[in-house]
Structure formats: structure tokens, C-alpha cells
């Protein structure tokens, strides 16, 4: 008896160690969008040679899509330090309230890339170099990280279909 114990909980052991690697199989099989996501996040912090963020109410005030003053002077500074490479502009969305504003949360984002830029390429930019980040959706969840983000890449790393 003591001896069917034993086997059983051998048995036991073995199955749940298969179940384990079952699970973990088709996790991985399942995921693969994910592993993609993550495999593209890695390969873009490798190819990043510069990151700047700053508030969006230092680059625009109220909720226009004009440049302020420190934005152009803070775009003819960064184009000195990063000449050349791939530019990949962000722009937080912002609160979905329409109540007396001119322009939709996405009309919004939109028009502030453009403004970015636009003036990045007045400033010296090569305009087929910088690339627009927007939100997949019209109306998108509020970012908690409200920075507008402007990212450099090596100009090679980065695929051209994009």
C-alpha cells in the first residue's frame, strides 16, 4: 500500500509538471503580439542616441496648437546636439472636454506634432527624417505621462516603411 502511494504521487508529479509546460507553451503561442511589442520597444532603446521631454504647457499654451517662444529656442538648441538622425515626435493626449474648445482631443494632438514639426524642419530638420507618433484611436485614455516626448534615432536603425 505504501508502495501505490508512492507511484501515485510520482504520477501526480509528472502531470502537473506536463500541465506546467503546457500552460507555458501556449502562453507564449498566445502571446505573440506582446512579444512583438517587446521586441520593438528593445530594439528602439538600442537605436536611441537622444530623448528630450518637456511639459505640454511649455511647448503650447491654453489649448492651441502655437508654439511658444521657449519651444523654438528649445528646438534650435536640441537640432546644434542631434543633427542627422531620425526624429519621432510625441504628443500626450489631452482631456477629451470639449466645452468651448475649438479642436477634438485628436484634431488637438495632431495639429501640435504638425507645429513640432514644422518647426524642427524650419529650423533645419531633414522633413523626411521626422515621424509623427499617433494614437491609434480618435479619442484616446488620457496618458498619466503628460510630457511631450521627442525622441532621436540612428537614422539606419530605423525601417523605412515607417
Known amino acids: 500500500m505504501n508502495g501505490g502511494r508512492t507511484t501515485l504521487s510520482f504520477l501526480d ?27 520593438g520597444e528593445q530594439a528602439l532603446a538600442a537605436s536611441t542616441v537622444g530623448n528630450y ?6 511647448f503650447f499654451g491654453g489649448s492651441n496648437a502655437m508654439l511658444t517662444d521657449f519651444a523654438r529656442q528649445e528646438i534650435k538648441e536640441i537640432l546644434t546636439v542631434q543633427q542627422k ?34 518647426a524642427f524642419e524650419k529650423a533645419g530638420q531633414d522633413g523626411y527624417m521626422i515621424a509623427l507618433k499617433m494614437p491609434d ?18 537614422a539606419e536603425a530605423v525601417d523605412p516603411k515607417e
Do not use: C
Not at 521631454?53 to 511649455?58: I, L, W
Not at 493626449?93 to 488637438?108: C, D, H, I, T, V
Not at 503628460?146 to 532621436?152: C, E, G, M, N, V
Open 53 to 58: 521631454e518637456y511639459g505640454v504647457e511649455d
Open 85 to 118: 538622425q531620425k526624429l519621432i515626435i510625441y504628443v500626450p493626449p489631452a482631456s477629451g472636454n470639449s466645452n468651448g474648445q475649438r479642436l477634438r482631443q485628436w484634431e488637438k494632438i495632431a495639429a501640435r506634432s504638425a507645429a513640432i514639426a514644422d
Open 137 to 154: 484611436r480618435l479619442v484616446s485614455k488620457v496618458d498619466e505621462n503628460k510630457d511631450i516626448r521627442l525622441t532621436f534615432m540612428i
Open 13 to 39: 508529479l509528472a502531470l502537473m509538471l506536463l500541465s506546467a509546460f503546457a500552460y507555458t507553451h501556449f502562453v507564449n503561442i498566445s502571446d505573440a503580439e506582446t512579444k512583438k511589442k517587446l521586441a
